[in-house]
């Protein structure tokens, strides 16, 4: 049997396959070093986002004089509804702050909590070895709101309400379906019609919305504006959580008023490597983040840019690399909440030479441990924003699954997320599921600064995905010269098939490398011989945005992912 990641990770391979035939072509990867489109530049402000209705929303806020979190609200609330099965108000936010003012950077957690009913008793008396991937019992808190409002109430300048209003309008009035969020949607289908509310709420006469055709979501309006009138605690403490609840208790799940009532989002200290003069920052466990540290970390020592973007060398040693960072993820990534996590050690140069020990340049390990750092008492979207201050926002929000637990509670326009069933019930891992505790996490905003000033504000979505697309992205840029559309758009290698963080074991074989077209094909033939299992797709799931910051001139270089609808736009 596949490990429930590998099978969600497949089923978002297939998902972003899909568009590509729902579109009615091929959608082929620029080789390395090439882009099928410019940098955008502009010197006052930029937003870059995966649909460009929801990134000129941003824009806008940014001409009519907000900053930069007041346009990655806008920006957010726009796309949970233009892509609905990727984000939305029923999922959880990560975010990472530059604030020009005081030159320093913030992370915020905006996850939420199992519910405090979930005990794995409870699931062992439903003969269940694994949490469900759809249904209520996959179900955590939505952190999204509050994660606004956390973010709102220290950086912005605006009223929630006159951040919602253009979304609300959008609902309202309807707005055209873009192409590639079109086949993402079709790929949908089948789980919204297995509900009442969720078929009403996403689909036309049964079927998902095409290319080109106006959606409108009258109920998100309502919700929308509900939000704009009673702000976070019509959420968690109103109208919306009450409507929840009843759907949880007229459907077998586990919410209760007190999960929402107690919801806090999390303000945390973003943690760091650095990597050949540059500092690379991520948001600390319980997501994935400092996966890419440590994988920078094991490369560093290796002269990467003399291997050559399209070498076998390079492709090899960056397959090693992530083998070694997510046998740790498997083993360590939890909520620190419950327990004491080797972050600090986990990140450290000394650790990484100690892994690296393990890397075999002619041959593909089959099976990787996870370390022994020594513990010192001490579907998603992503979008970016920076503003003439060069205030700066990295942010990343989802469902997890394309429209999470496949359910919409009732007529409130949203579907809610299945973050829950990253919970292991092994009880002795880290990640076990406990009452009211945060799950892994796969989603990751990062940062990064160079000279103490900020230079690249980016992410790369798609679960699994993420940690290896952020070290291709800045291995392109750093190494291999890259511009940052370029280093978007160039051929991506995903590796799937390494130990779980639910307690699965992972692969005794390796795992499969999906190549897509593009990489040269004699370096996967080397790869081959050197053991990896090599199948070559049109494309993976690595969404990605980014925002670099010319420090000579200040200009703002935006890069927008090629492999779907969005842009980078700037004024």
């Not at 078929?199 to 095409?210: C, K, M, Q, V």
């Not at 055709?213 to 109208?239: I, V, W």
């Not at 972050?343 to 100690?354: D, G, P, T």
């Not at 199948?535 to 890069?559: A, E, M, P, W």
Request: hydrophobic content about 40%; overall charge positive.
């Amino acid at each position: 049997m596949l490990l429930k990641s590998t099978l969600l990770v497949l089923l978002t391979i297939a998902l972003y396959s899909m568009s590509s035939v729902v579109l009615g072509g091929e959608r082929s990867t620029p080789a390395a070093g090439r882009a099928g489109r410019s940098v955008t530049m502009a010197t006052h402000g930029m937003v870059a986002a995966s649909q460009p209705l929801a990134a000129q929303i941003g824009l806008d806020v940014l001409k009519s004089g907000g900053n930069a979190v007041d346009a990655a609200i806008a920006v957010n609330a726009a796309l949970g509804l233009m892509e609905p099965m990727s984000c939305g108000i029923g999922g959880d936010l990560y975010a990472i702050v530059w604030d020009a003012k005081t030159h320093k950077l913030y992370g915020l957690n905006a996850s939420g909590r199992s519910p405090f009913k979930a005990t794995r008793d409870l699931f062992a008396a439903k003969g269940l070895e694994e949490i469900p991937t759809s249904g209520p019992l996959s179900w955590s808190v939505p952190g999204c709101v509050d994660g606004w409002e956390a973010l709102r109430r220290r950086f912005g300048t605006r009223t929630l309400a006159q951040l919602l209003e253009p979304s609300i309008r959008y609902a309202e009035e309807g707005f055209p379906v873009s192409p590639v969020i079109a086949g993402y949607w079709r790929g949908g289908e089948a789980r919204l019609r297995r509900q009442k509310d969720a078929s009403r709420t996403y689909l036309l006469d049964g079927r998902a919305p095409r290319a080109g055709e106006t959606f409108k979501n009258p109920n998100l309006a309502r919700s929308y504006r509900l939000l704009a009138e009673k702000g976070r605690d019509g959420f968690y403490r109103g109208e919306i959580a009450r409507g929840i609840v009843a759907f949880s208790e007229a459907n077998g799940g586990l919410f209760s008023s007190k999960d929402f009532a107690d919801h806090t989002s999390t303000w945390v200290d973003p943690v760091s490597t650095t990597y050949r003069g540059y500092e690379v920052w991520e948001i600390p466990p319980p997501g994935q983040g400092i996966a890419v540290l440590e994988m920078l970390n094991v490369l560093e020592s290796y002269d990467v840019k003399k291997m050559g973007a399209d070498s076998a060398d390079w492709w090899h040693l960056f397959l090693e690399a992530k083998k070694l960072a997510y046998a740790d993820r498997a083993r360590f990534y939890a909520d620190p909440d419950f327990g004491k996590l080797p972050v600090k050690e986990l990140i450290s140069k000394e650790y990484a030479a100690e892994r690296r020990k393990l890397v075999d340049m002619g041959k593909a390990a089959t099976r990787v441990p996870p370390g022994d750092p020594k513990l010192e008492r001490g579907d998603t979207v992503y979008l970016c924003a920076v503003d003439k201050d060069r205030n700066c926002v990295s942010l990343i929000q989802s469902n997890y699954n394309g429209f999470g637990s496949g359910l919409v509670p009732g007529d409130l326009g949203f579907a809610l997320q299945n973050r829950g069933c990253l919970f292991a019930l092994d009880p002795k891992h880290a990640n076990r599921l406990d009452p009211h505790k945060r799950p892994f996490h796969t989603i990751i905003p990062s940062l990064v600064t160079k000279g103490g000033k900020p230079w690249f504000v980016f992410g790369v979505m798609g679960g699994d995905m993420q940690p290896q697309g952020q070290v291709e992205v800045l291995v392109n840029l750093i190494d291999f010269g890259m511009n940052v559309q370029e280093a978007g758009e160039a051929p991506r290698l995903e590796h799937i098939g390494s130990a779980t963080p639910t307690g699965s074991p992972g692969s005794r074989t390796g795992g499969t490398v999906y190549a897509e077209r593009g990489i040269d094909e004699k370096a996967l033939e080397e790869l081959k011989r050197r053991g990896h299992r090599v199948t070559v797709i049109r494309t993976n799931g690595g969404g990605y945005q980014g925002i670099l910051i010319d420090s000579k001139t200040n200009v703002l270089h935006g890069g927008s992912e090629a492999r779907k609808d969005g842009c980078a736009i700037g004024y």
